[in-house]
């Protein structure tokens, strides 16, 4: 009934009333802002450059796969051979890594090795920072609401990134694909500082 989802609803987010929820909050805004900042004019970039649609489908679609899943091996490596902090911390920096082979591709004059290069990089650093990421949302999670809270948390995680998106076409207008592409990768730093909430945050889950 209507009564019971709201009520399902409600005891679910009040249980994410435990310390740590505000730099929980913090650390999902930032953590693949820039990604998410960056992406709609990845492609662009890619047809900017002369790329045929045969180029911009085939080498991402055949190679990125490959690459992420990759990357996906070593963040659950790193979450099962040293701490989740660590794969948090390695997954951070290799967001920002991967926005700054894009701009280094961009200020060469984004040749197709280049633009290959970074979506290969872009895939594997994908990869090893989504798998950190699931890993602190599901231990976030209290068993009683685990449904509920991973698919509200999952949703909140792109917001901030889904927004600054919108401001992308603008930014790469005025500045440049390069510039921008540097830009959005400081836009992930700022989640370094809230990973220590963050996982005090997840801890109190039951």
């Not at 440049?176 to 990973?195: E, M, N, R, S, V």
Request: overall charge positive.
């Amino acid at each position: 009934t209507g009564a019971g989802e709201r009520h399902s609803w409600g005891a679910s987010l009040a249980s994410w009333r435990r310390p740590g929820l505000l730099g929980a909050l913090g650390f999902l805004a930032f953590y693949r802002l820039g990604d998410l900042a960056m992406a709609p004019m990845v492609k662009l970039l890619w047809r900017d450059s002369g790329m045929s649609l045969t180029q911009i489908g085939v080498i991402p679609a055949l190679a990125g796969p490959l690459t992420g899943i990759f990357g996906a091996a070593l963040g659950g490596l790193l979450v099962a051979r040293t701490s989740l902090r660590v794969a948090l911390v390695v997954g951070g920096v290799l967001a920002a890594a991967s926005n700054l082979v894009y701009a280094a591709a961009a200020w060469a004059g984004a040749p197709l090795a280049a633009l290959a290069g970074a979506a290969l990089a872009e895939s594997f650093c994908g990869g090893g920072a989504s798998v950190a990421l699931v890993s602190l949302l599901v231990r976030a999670c209290d068993r009683a609401h685990a449904g509920v809270q991973f698919a509200a948390l999952t949703a909140i995680s792109p917001l901030m990134g889904r927004l600054a998106g919108v401001f992308s076409g603008d930014a790469v207008g005025s500045f440049g694909y390069g510039a921008w592409f540097a830009a959005t990768a400081a836009l992930t730093l700022p989640a370094l500082l809230f990973i220590p909430s963050a996982l005090r945050w997840s801890k109190r889950a039951r």
